[in-house]
C-alpha cells in the first residue's frame, strides 16, 4: 500500500529564515512522483514542485527545493528566506507509477506560520 | 487567478435539493478530478475523468454523480446530501497521464448541507 507521512502537525519560523517541512513515504512501486502543495486559507492547492523517482538531481523552484533522499525514502521540502505569504498548509502527495490515471496518494499536511 | 475556475464559490443546500457543481479548464488539459476536503485533512480523491471518460471512482455513493460533457468542463451533480458530505470540494486538471506534470486545482466550492 502506498502512504505518505508528515510528522510535523504545525511548524512555527521567524521570517527570512529557513524552513524544512518533512515528507517520508512508502511504495512498493519501483517508478513515482512526488509533489508538494501550498494550501492558504483561500482553499486553493497551489503546486510547488514535483521530483520523479528517476530523477538524479533534486528539484529546485526559485525559494523551494527538495531534499530527496531515495533510500531513506524521504522527499523534505526546503523554503529558503521564509516570507510572510508562506504561511499555509503544506501536502506532500505522491503517485504511485507513472503511467496511467494519475491518482495522489497526501499526506496530513503541515501547517506552517511565519512570524515577523 | 488559478486556470481552474469552479462555480459557485459557496453554496448551501437542504437535504432533498438537488444542485451541481462545476469546473472548467482551458489549458487542453485531458484528466480531471473530483477530490473532497473535510476541514484539517488531506484532499480525498473522488472521481478521475480521463479523455471524457469515467476511469476511476473511489466507492463514491451514488447520491453524487459526475459529468464530463467534453475536455474542458466536468460537473458533479448533487442529490439527497447529507450533513457529513458538508467540506470543500476541489476540481483538479492535469494533462493525460504523464507521469510528472501536476494536478492544476481551483479554489473549490465550500459546501454546506443542512
Known amino acids: 500500500a502506498q502512504k505518505i507521512t508528515q510528522t510535523q502537525p504545525g511548524m512555527f519560523v521567524q521570517e527570512k529564515e529557513a524552513v524544512t517541512l518533512d515528507c517520508t513515504y512508502d511504495t512498493s512501486d519501483p517508478s513515482y512522483g512526488l509533489f508538494w502543495y501550498k494550501q492558504p486559507s483561500s482553499g486553493e492547492m497551489i503546486f510547488l514542485i514535483y521530483?520523479?523517482?528517476?530523477?538524479?538531481q533534486n528539484a529546485t523552484e526559485g525559494r523551494y527545493s527538495l531534499n530527496f533522499q531515495k533510500a531513506r525514502k524521504s522527499a523534505n521540502l526546503v523554503i529558503s528566506a521564509s516570507q510572510l505569504g508562506d504561511s499555509a498548509m503544506y501536502f506532500c502527495?505522491?503517485?504511485?507509477?507513472?503511467?496511467?490515471?494519475?491518482?495522489?496518494?497526501f499526506g496530513q499536511g503541515t501547517r506552517l506560520t511565519i512570524n515577523p | 487567478d488559478t486556470e481552474v475556475t469552479q462555480t459557485p464559490k459557496h453554496l448551501v443546500m437542504g437535504m432533498t435539493n438537488k444542485k451541481s457543481l462545476k469546473c472548467e479548464q482551458h489549458?487542453?488539459?485531458?484528466?480531471m478530478y473530483w477530490y473532497k476536503q473535510k476541514a484539517k485533512k488531506p484532499p480525498e480523491l473522488m472521481f478521475v475523468y480521463s479523455y471524457e471518460k469515467l476511469s476511476i471512482n473511489e466507492s463514491v455513493p451514488s447520491r453524487f454523480s459526475p459529468e464530463c460533457p467534453n475536455s474542458s468542463l466536468l460537473n458533479l451533480h448533487l442529490h439527497a446530501l447529507q450533513p457529513e458530505d458538508s467540506a470543500l470540494y476541489l476540481c483538479a486538471s492535469s494533462q493525460g497521464g504523464k507521469g510528472n506534470q501536476p494536478q492544476h486545482f481551483g479554489d473549490g466550492t465550500r459546501l454546506s448541507i443542512l
Open positions: 502527495a505522491m503517485r504511485p507509477g507513472l503511467q496511467g490515471a494519475q491518482k495522489l496518494v
Open positions: 521530483q520523479g523517482s528517476y530523477d538524479q
Open positions: 489549458m487542453g488539459h485531458r484528466a
